[in-house]
């Protein structure tokens, strides 16, 4: 039974750090049930402390992966309608996969701007925000992503050079 959670962990692994990158695929959650499946064996056995901290991570991680657009919005000068703009076009984007969710912010941000009566100008500098938002997610994704996989594979060679 080791071995079988142990292969799905690092295919956990894999699909989860595609998943990153592809909005369809909550990555982050992926590599954490990997170390999940990880500590089932009974090869590693993870903290408490650590599984419970890292829980928490995952979860702020996935909560602040939809609002860093419209955080970006508000840092290039969105108005309010900008960020409401562009937490809309988040959602929208969900329907229309990696492309959708890299140009809904985007479009929805620019969107409330010219709504708003803001220049082009102005609102496409909204628009990039949300842009940089999207980008500064995906790069925190894949960073808390690479360091679950970096204790996946430390603890599992661990445990196997102990054997």
Known sequence: MDIFLIILGFILLIVGFLGCILPIIPGVPLCYAAILLLHFTTKVN????????WGVVVIAMQIIDYFIPIWGTKKFGGSRLGTIG????????????????????????????LIAGKESRQAFKAGFGSFVGFLIGTIGKLVVSSI???????????TFAKS
């Not at 993870?46 to 901290?53: A, I, K, R, T």
């Not at 562009?86 to 701007?113: D, M, N, R, T, Y």
């Open 46 to 53: 993870f903290s408490v402390e650590f599984l419970v901290g």
């Open 148 to 158: 679950l996989i970096y204790y996946y594979i430390l603890f599992l060679f661990d």
């Open 86 to 113: 562009s937490f809309v076009g988040v959602v929208i984007g969900l329907f229309f996969g990696l492309l959708g969710i890299i140009i809904g912010p985007f479009i929805g941000a620019v969107a409330g701007e």
